[in-house]
């Protein structure tokens, strides 16, 4: 019996397959785009998804300003940010948010569902955000994807 087939393999950084998607986020839900976007960077959608390695894909998401939030919460919802010094807190809603960049907004929830750690800042990374139809990531010729397929 071959018994190097039954040793578990390990991804490491060297040996992950990473690929380029293309996702359109015109007309999606800002919350469940978002978990699943950060699945797809995680990498928790393959088969050799290992914990402790940046194993995921290369995100591309265009159309971002055309996230959609439902009920109130463009004006209800509120960020929080502090500078360190007294007085220094600042509170911002998703409607000052999209004026400002979309991209920001987008980024923000989508790093609240990361690792906050050191590899969570390295997958970060791997998340390119865009206003318009447009990218310029055509060379790694990345694959366009359904986000509603996944679960």
């Known amino acids: 019996m071959n018994t190097l087939s039954y040793k578990t393999k390990h991804v490491n950084n060297e040996t992950a397959q990473k690929e ?21 960077l995680r990498g928790k959608y393959k088969a050799s998804f290992s ?19 439902t009920g109130n919460k463009w004006t209800d919802r509120k960020y929080y940010r502090y500078s360190g010094y007294p007085g220094g807190q600042k509170v911002s809603t998703p409607e000052d948010m999209m004026k400002q960049s979309p991209d ?43 986000i509603n397929t996944l679960n």
């Open 104 to 146: 920001r907004l987008v980024r923000k929830v989508i790093k609240g569902m990361l690792p906050k750690n050191k590899l969570g800042a390295a997958i970060l990374k791997n998340l390119y955000i865009y206003e318009g139809a447009e990218h310029p990531h055509q060379a790694q010729q990345p694959k366009q994807l359904d």
């Open 51 to 69: 914990p402790h390695v940046d194993c995921g894909d290369n995100v591309i998401i265009i159309n971002a300003e055309q996230v959609v939030l």
């Open 20 to 40: 380029w998607v293309v996702i359109d986020a015109a007309g999606q839900t800002l919350g469940r785009m978002s978990s699943k976007v950060a699945k797809l």
